[in-house]
């Protein structure tokens, strides 16, 4: 198994630590002294999620936060010490082994996690405390800075995890689940969380036995559910699922989770947009011609195709990573940083979408190819794929908001496996400078003259700006250059991985990069009428080989909006 990259980064905007134990300062560092009750000891300041943005009735007690529970669980207890049990429900699957239990032993490292915290992984496996612990193990990296603590956190946090087998809608197992948090919770207030890391058929079994056992009762702290997606296949199963939820849960208990959104890159696209004089006036149709979002990986489905194909690119990448990206792009400015606030502007942005049809979406599938001597297998070569599987494994959209920021600008989305590379990136392309001056020095192809903002996601983030620029010399030829922020260069802290920022959110109430439910059904609304037609037509998706740049039929669709894929470029470069 392939070591696991953990991410570490100190966020000094938000709250320096979660308890005292971190540092010889003084107890209550977060806190000036005349904000310190002398009984209580409780900091009355407002306390700061990860992205540092205001947590609505949150303070520190003994140097651990106490936010006010959302849904189940009434108000927070006045007095006493916390703790938070994370349950990992699925802690036998790879997304639990490579993501959950990594970012959760990175945020420990970084004294991220309250003082008094235990982790649960609960599955049907039989297994024991130690076997877990093993697991866990296996993934995790010392890696941060070579520090030479690294290994003694490392045997702190396996300490603290442990292991309850149970069937997943059988009320027994988490009635027991229920019985060992409680003794570890013993003298204590306590707060739950579950992340459902297991297909989304039996999310309700969860839930609903969940729910009944080992739910903290009210008054007594909160409880939260992190679900994984996808949600559901389209807009109907969405819809049940969430009625289903429901049934068990608040929507404040539900924690829907797109990891995306926790990216470093998409965290700061609002940061980039709203703090900056030079780009705020320019987010429009006035000066912008396209906008496009590109995610592209260089391996198949290797492993997971029977997955894959109950799905396929467009829910398993456009209908939400993507599309969540394109709603943070273009959503007007909030009233405020409050989750509830940005939440608002996204779903107005997701209900003025157009409905997607059939001529503005490409498909494709890829085939076999050999390439350098080495053969790579076509997507229905899995032997979990059926031979005569239509599912795409890429596509292309032309997506359209009428609305009077963005009306008429094309938003271009493209997503693809096998492809010659891996990258998620924004680009924004400019209209032409009216009248231009250097036309002539420019030459015929005027696109190359455009301006072109680009976030990159990832791998190696970065922010680069193309201009026009005079090649130094005694004539006058003109050139297109990069202004370039590259993180690595810029920032030598390492960039958390998104799994982190969003479990911290998820135990701090911190809402904001997480899904709400009428956000939810407004992106389902404009992908499922197409997402219908592609099955019930089953549309031949056309083929590509492996470790191509896609199907031709993308530069098409670009073509038909007088637009060019800005990741094709002559030099190969970025």
Known sequence: MAAIDLRFHLHPAAFSSVHPSNSSAKPHRHCPPQRVHAAGRRCLLRAKSSNGHPQIGASFSDGVLDAKPSGAGGPAPEQGEHTVSI??????????????????????????????FTIFGYARSKMSDEELRNIISMTLTCRIDQRANCSEKMDKF???????????????????LDRKLTE????????????????????????????????????????????????????ESSGELTRSLKMYLEEEQIFRIDHYLGKELVENLSVLRFSNLVFQPLWSRDYIRNVQLIFSEDFGTEGRGGYFDNYGIIRDIMQNHLLQILALFAMETPVSLAAEDIRNEKVKVLRSMRKLKLEDVVVGQYKGHTRGGKSFPAYVDDPTVPNDSVTPTFAAAAL????????????????????HTRRAEIRVQFRRVPG??????????LDMATNELVLRVQPDEAIYLKINNKVPGLGMRLDSSNLNLFYSERYQREIPDAYERLLLDAMEGERRLFIRSDELDAAWAIFTPVLRELEEKRVAPELYPYGSRGPVGAHYLAANYNVRWGDISSDGSF
């Not at 997304?95 to 990594?102: E, N, R, Y």
């Not at 300490?159 to 009320?171: A, H, L, M, V």
């Open 87 to 116: 349950t990992v429900v699925g802690a036998s699957g790879d997304l639990a082994k490579k993501k959950i239990f990594p970012a959760l032993f990175a945020l420990f490292y970084e004294d991220w996690l309250p003082e008094h």
């Open 158 to 176: 396996l300490k603290r995890c442990f292991y309850q087998s149970g069937q997943y809608n059988s009320e027994e197992g988490f009635h027991e």
């Open 184 to 235: 570890k919770e013993a003298g204590k207030l306590p707060n739950r969380l579950f992340y459902l890391s297991i297909p989304p058929n039996i999310f309700v079994d969860v839930v609903r036995s969940a729910s009944r056992t080992a739910s903290l009762p009210s008054g007594s702290g909160w409880t939260r559910f992190i679900v994984e997606k996808p949600f559901g296949r389209d807009s």
């Open 400 to 419: 359209f908001i009428d609305n009077a920021r963005w009306d008429g600008v094309p938003f271009l989305m493209k997503a693809g496996k096998a492809l």
């Open 436 to 445: 231009n001056l250097y036309r002539g020095n420019v030459g015929t192809d």
